[in-house]
Structure formats: structure tokens, C-alpha cells
């Protein structure tokens, strides 16, 4: 299965409504869990936890493949997720101290790579298993302010 370009541009468009919303200047990976949260939520209160804990799963599955740095994470039994940003920027430390910045920056980009790729995976597959008005549905509950495109294809085109 493959991830939709929509998907990926959908999940980049929340992640920076998210990190827009929030003025301080919070790591990545807390704007990444308060996506996660508010799917998690909405996807909750319209199916449960059960079901949300089995796509989160099949979806954090899914993103390993393409970011390896996910391998840490982790969907608790009530679907919250654990571990992420762990190991981010390793790899990075046998250039010393001198370029902390740099790591810094690359841990912030990798931990941005890790967010959209779980994201749109987790998207992919509510759009797969719910159709597109009940996960627009969802991302409207979720995002009550934002506007949405509903009209993605089946083939992942514009219709």
C-alpha cells in the first residue's frame, strides 16, 4: 500500500495548524502528539479506543518502513503513544559538541519526517476503513476552525 501525496500534504497541514496554534515554541514532537491526541479523541469517541488502538498500530507499523527513527515508539493498550523523539539526532554526536545546532536542527527534522509519516499512515487508513465523509467528519470534529478538502479519489486524485 502506498501513501497518498494528499495524505502526507494533509498530515504537514495539521501538524503546522498545530504548531501555529500553540505560541510557544514547544518541541516538534509535542505538536506531533497533540495531532495524534486529537485523532485520537475524535476516532475514539466515534469507535472506541479498541478501534483506534488497531489502526494506530497497523499505522506506526506502516511508518517504520519509511522512518526508521519510529522503531522506539509505541501504542500504549489505550491507544496513547509512547517514545516519541527517542533516539532522535543519534548518529550525529561523533562530530562533538561543535555542532549542537546542527543536531539540534536534524533531530527537528527527523522528528517532523517521524510526525508526517505517522500521521498520513494513520490518515491513509481512516480513509481506507471509514470512506472520506466520516474521516472529514472526524478531522472536522478534531479541527472545528479548519477547512478541509473532501474530495480526494479513490485513486488519490482530486476528483
Partial sequence: MTNAPQMRELAHRLLAYEAGADKTSEPVESTILRVYEKLRQSLDEFAGSAAFHSLASRALTMARSEVPGLRAVQVTADGALRGLGQGLGQGLSE?????????????????????????????????????????????????????????????????
Fill in 95 to 159: 562530530f562533538g559538541p561543535q555542532i549542537d545546532l546542527d543536531k539540534d536542527r536534524a533531530a527537528e527534522h527527523q522528528a517532523g519526517d517521524e510526525g508526517i509519516a505517522l500521521i498520513s499512515r494513520l490518515l491513509d487508513l481512516l480513509l481506507i476503513f471509514l470512506g472520506e465523509p466520516i474521516t472529514f467528519s472526524l478531522l472536522r470534529n478534531a479541527w472545528p476552525d479548519e477547512a478541509f478538502d473532501e474530495r480526494i479519489s479513490a485513486h488519490g486524485r482530486k476528483a
